[in-house]
């Protein structure tokens, strides 16, 4: 059985995805207008703090947060950095803009074709509460479309999830058997924009895969911080 976001009542749930919808974020992102601003791959080169990333551009974008993945899989896999020290103590704050950069180009290419410009989160949690204020976090700061949480009640019973949890999130929907046969996304295609699926998670990871399929048909998926804009 499947809730509204908006309608579901029970405990903490409700309290917390009544707030993505009742309460505006106020988002403090970092201001680089004191810096000097560089192109993406100059600064990866050599960064500085006296030096800003330029994000003005996929192309832009797509480098910050590939380097970033990169120390991401690097250091959970125990592996020496591929990183420097330089950029992985400094990288970190330009993660929001380089998000919401991406975000706002697929949107746009939502907004002309439903099919198109699809974001999606793999929220990785501790727990159901971090997991909700996460998807809480990003679907109101991206302006995300909201639609129903599968998995969190069962016959309109609140289903009762200790530790890890895994949230899948997508911004799109396909609306017909032709368009779903041709997404090759199977069953996933009959989500409506919007909908998220709540499930236990006993994975180490802790953060969010966000992946975003833009109309230039490149893969796109990146290891990204819980808390990439609740810290802003």
Not at 87 to 106: E, G, K, Q, T, W
Request: proline share 4%.
């Amino acid at each position: 059985m499947v809730r509204s976001f908006a309608r579901i009542s029970l405990v903490q749930i409700s309290v917390v995805l009544l707030a993505v919808f009742q309460s505006p974020v106020a988002v403090f992102g970092f201001s680089a207008s004191s810096c000097k601003q560089v192109d993406a791959k100059t600064w990866l080169a050599s960064p500085s703090k006296d030096a800003a990333p330029k994000i003005a551009s996929v192309e832009d974008a797509s480098l910050l947060l590939t380097e970033w993945d990169k120390f991401c899989n690097a250091e959970s896999a125990e592996q020496p950095l591929i990183t420097t020290p330089q950029v992985s103590s400094n990288l970190r704050r330009y993660i929001p803009d380089a998000v919401r950069f991406l975000s706002d180009i697929a949107t746009k290419e939502r907004d002309e074709d439903s099919t198109k410009g699809r974001c999606m989160l793999g929220i990785c949690a501790s727990s159901l509460e971090e997991g909700m204020a996460t998807l809480k976090s990003w679907v109101t700061t991206l302006q995300l479309p909201r639609g129903l949480l599968h998995g969190a009640d069962k016959d309109g019973v609140q289903v009762e999830l200790e530790g890890g949890v895994y949230i899948k999130y997508n911004s799109g929907g396909v609306y017909s058997f032709a368009d779903i046969r041709k997404s090759g996304l199977g069953f996933d295609a009959l989500w409506k924009p919007g909908d998220a699926l709540l499930e236990t998670y006993d994975g180490v990871y802790r953060g969010v895969y966000f992946q975003v399929e833009l109309s230039d048909g490149e893969f796109r998926q990146y290891l990204v911080p819980l808390d990439t804009f609740s810290l802003e």
